[in-house]
């Protein structure tokens, strides 16, 4: 089955079950009713073969108790169409209700296999927050959250298409601090394009502004870059830009951000967890299936960026990924600081 029907099945499992088992139940009573109304058919008709009058063959019909005869003996006389509809809903309902079944006990595996784990585990690798990154500085001023909703495409909690197992079911939601920078964290975030995974969008554009600011600071990171050698293709080099956030002002001009793998984010998966990085830093840790079935955790980053037109207005912002390299940027959240004056 398509991974992402799957994660939809297993998101949405219940009320799949119970509206598919509903329509069932409604077609089944309609079929019901339909027999009955040709049974009687039938039995007036013979009856007026046999020279019975009207009168007397509608007392006859009011009168008689219906045969009743077994579903099999029922559904034998069907015609083949009717025969071929009632299979065809029933393999549905069935291939529903095990896709159903087979995410939730996914899920009771997963949560059983984190909630049985010693609290060091689950708070994934506290020494790697303090170690590996730039400093971050609180925010002073106020906060306002980009709203990335409109042009996200990749919930937090589902599995990503080829890997089920790989999500952020585990990161906190709605409003979220990190380092003293508040987030507004989900339900979706933005997944851009790598060589890899070339299905996914190369840019996201029009993140909406509309107001001066001071300070961005993003909450992001990358697929990918931190397994194997040079030679593999899941490897990134260091200092290779992966993306950009292009900040596009009222007036027409535009700044870019590079996004450089090394520099701002690392793979989401620590293969390196000792490796820094020169401006961005690690904020959150967590796990998932796919991540703790190969030893590793995740790890999500933060950048802050000065604005140097901190009196121009600011229109939108468009993310990009550069799309060369195995990396597949994504952007969880963007909080924009306005120094109180």
Not at 8 to 28: E, S
Not at 281 to 310: D, I, K
């Amino acid at each position: 089955m398509n991974p992402e029907v799957s994660a939809f099945l297993a998101a949405n499992g219940t009320a799949v079950v119970l509206v598919g088992g509903a329509l069932a139940a409604i077609g089944l009573v309609q079929w019901r009713k339909v027999r009955i109304a040709e049974q009687e058919l039938e039995y007036k008709q013979r009856l007026i073969e046999q020279g019975f009058a009207v009168p007397e063959v509608e007392r006859a019909v009011s009168s008689r108790v219906p045969v009743r005869r077994g579903l099999i003996d029922q559904f034998g006389a069907l015609s083949g169409g009717t025969k071929a509809g009632i299979i065809i809903g029933f393999v549905i309902v069935m291939t529903v209700t095990v896709s159903c079944i087979g995410g939730a006990i996914h899920g009771i595996a997963y949560w059983s296999h984190a909630r049985n784990q010693p609290p060091h585990v689950q708070q994934s690798y506290p020494e790697e927050m303090q170690s590996a990154g730039a400093h971050v500085d609180p925010i002073r001023g106020d906060a306002t959250f980009l709203d990335l909703q409109p042009v996200a495409n990749q919930r937090l909690n589902a599995g990503v298409a080829g890997d089920q197992g790989h999500s952020f079911a585990t990161m906190p939601q709605k409003r979220q601090e990190f380092r003293g920078v508040p987030f507004q964290i989900g339900p979706s975030y933005v997944r851009l394009r790598g060589n890899n995974h070339a299905e996914l969008p190369a840019e996201a554009k029009g993140i909406r502004v509309g107001f001066k600011l001071d300070k961005l600071h993003i909450f992001h990171g990358t697929e990918f870059g931190a397994f194997g050698d040079s030679s593999h293709r899941f490897h990134v080099p260091e200092g290779t830009e992966i993306g950009q956030y292009r900040v596009q002002f009222a007036d027409k001009s535009e700044r870019v951000i590079p996004v450089v793998y090394g520099e701002d984010v690392r793979d989401v998966w620590n293969w390196d967890r000792s490796r820094a990085t020169n401006r961005g830093a690690v904020v959150w840790t967590g796990r998932n299936p796919s991540a703790t079935r190969e030893g590793v955790g995740l790890r999500v980053y933060l950048t802050s960026w000065q604005n140097p037109r901190p009196d121009v207005e600011i229109a939108s912002v468009d993310y990009v990924s550069e799309g060369t390299t195995a990396a597949t940027p994504f952007c969880i959240a963007i909080t924009a600081e306005r120094t109180r004056k």
